[in-house]
């Protein structure tokens, strides 16, 4: 099991820029990549971003492509996600998690970290 903790959530104005960060630990060997997932008040959670772990393949949903940005450290086992050009409609909790093989599925997940943009 892959055990995850987020940070760098918080209040910013539109416009602005954040960076969240995902630290994993346990069994992080077992780890093919890692994603980002927001969830925003009444709506149901979705997609952010992801990486690989190996090669940093990247994956960006249409919604944030070319405003976040999606990086890792191998040695600290950390997932960032750079958000800038930040809009009132990416205000959600953000979550990060864990998938452990090829197959689009993610086994773990933070629990996660609130960010609000005020317009």
């Known amino acids: 099991q892959v055990q995850l903790i987020e940070s760098g959530g918080g209040l910013v104005q539109a416009g602005g820029s954040l960076e969240l960060s995902c630290a994993a630990s346990?069994?992080?060997?077992?780890?093919?990549?890692m994603g980002w997932f927001r969830q925003a008040p009444g709506k149901e959670r979705e997609f952010v971003a992801s990486i690989r772990w190996s090669g940093g393949i990247t994956d960006y949903a249409d919604s944030v492509k070319d405003r976040f940005t999606i990086s890792k450290n191998n040695g600290k086992n950390t997932v960032y996600l750079q958000m800038n050009s930040l809009k009132p409609e990416d205000t959600a909790v953000y979550y990060c998690?864990?998938?452990?093989?090829?197959?689009?599925?993610?086994?773990?997940w933070g629990q996660g970290t609130q960010v609000t943009v005020s317009s």
């Open positions: 346990g069994r992080t060997f077992s780890s093919y990549a």
């Open positions: 998690a864990n998938r452990p093989s090829v197959l689009p599925e993610f086994d773990s």
